[in-house]
């Protein structure tokens, strides 16, 4: 008995295992703790470079995928590891994973043949703008020399977003980034000349689009065009806005899950419609000639029901 009971002495407690479990956890770490660095300049220029090609690559093919997701929800779940790596992982096999686990389950709002909102647009100027806000990295300040002396901002911040000062109406955001200086490097970079052609391009674009509907009987306008937008339907048979609603649901679902195009709807004055707008960087003429054939083949399949 007494050579059981020091025998049982001597085992490790399940604290002495968790203990050397994490020492060893320790030892593989360790080699790559002596460098570690979180912002080292040359792996920063390095693997910066490898992003910018990865995102380069992506705007190249980002017209070969579906504008729309086609996974199941829950579907990245079942691609996600258990619990996070305990040591650093190469850039390499994480670019992998967004390509290959990300990227399939993302709408691709830059894809040129996106037509269903207006959305914050990506241009080379605007990612060397951000890059620098990120770079910086500095976060808005409420003017602290005069915190002692001016509760009126006090009493603004605390029902606002953004406190106005009395010497000269300035108005202080604080709790957004340095976004004002990617607007200056954009308006800098690509001049006032070539802003307000991409702009009435998109009109003219949607001038065509628009043309393309009232000239098909089969389709109508329901509004009048404004700016890029175009807002239309597929005629129903008859004039009952539910078999009108009916219709033109079925009609979006076409093009959206077809992969090729991603359009939006709206309800304006009680009749469903949808909604064309242009305004992607990428989107050229042959994308809304494309858009609108396609709306022709799908409009064709349902009349045909």
């Not at 990865?54 to 504008?67: H, L, Q, R, S």
């Not at 894809?111 to 808005?140: D, H, I, K, R």
């Not at 000349?193 to 009987?217: C, P, Q, T, W």
């Not at 359009?263 to 494309?290: E, F, K, M, N, P």
Request: charged share 25%; proline share 5%.
């Amino acid at each position: 008995m007494f050579f059981l009971l020091h025998a049982l002495d001597s085992l490790p407690s399940s604290h002495d295992l968790q203990l050397e479990s994490n020492l060893d956890f320790d030892k593989m770490g360790s080699e790559s703790r002596k460098t570690f660095l979180p912002l080292d300049p040359m792996s920063f220029s390095n693997e910066s470079k490898a992003v910018i090609d990865f995102i380069a690559d992506y705007y190249e093919n980002v017209e070969k995928y579906p504008v729309r997701s086609t996974v199941e929800p829950g579907y990245l779940s079942e691609r996600l590891p258990h619990s996070a790596p305990y040591c650093s992982e190469p850039l390499q096999d994480i670019l992998k994973d967004v390509n290959d686990c990300i990227l399939p389950g993302l709408t691709h709002w830059q894809s040129p043949n996106f037509f269903a909102y207006f959305q914050a647009n990506a241009s080379t100027a605007g990612f060397l703008g951000e890059m620098l806000c990120s770079g910086f990295n500095v976060e808005p300040k409420l003017l602290t020399d005069s915190l002692s002396t001016d509760p009126e901002i006090l009493r603004n911040t605390a029902t606002k977003s953004e406190a106005v000062v009395d010497y000269k109406d300035w108005q202080i955001a604080l709790s957004r980034r340095f976004r004002a200086l990617k607007l200056w490097i954009v308006i800098r970079r690509h001049g006032l000349s070539n802003l307000m052609y991409h702009i009435r391009s998109d009109i003219g674009m949607a001038k065509r689009f628009e043309e393309f509907v009232r000239k098909d009987e089969r389709f109508e306008m329901v509004v009048p065009r404004k700016f890029a937008l175009v807002c239309f339907r597929l005629r129903p048979r008859a004039e009952e806005e539910d078999q009108g609603r009916e219709l033109n649901s079925k009609l979006v679902e076409a093009i959206n899950s077809s992969g090729r195009a991603f359009v939006s709807h709206a309800v304006v004055g009680g009749i469903y419609v949808i909604r064309c707008a242009i305004g992607t960087t990428l989107t050229q003429r042959h994308h809304v000639d494309a858009l609108w054939k396609l709306m022709q083949e799908k409009a064709q399949s349902l009349l045909m029901e």
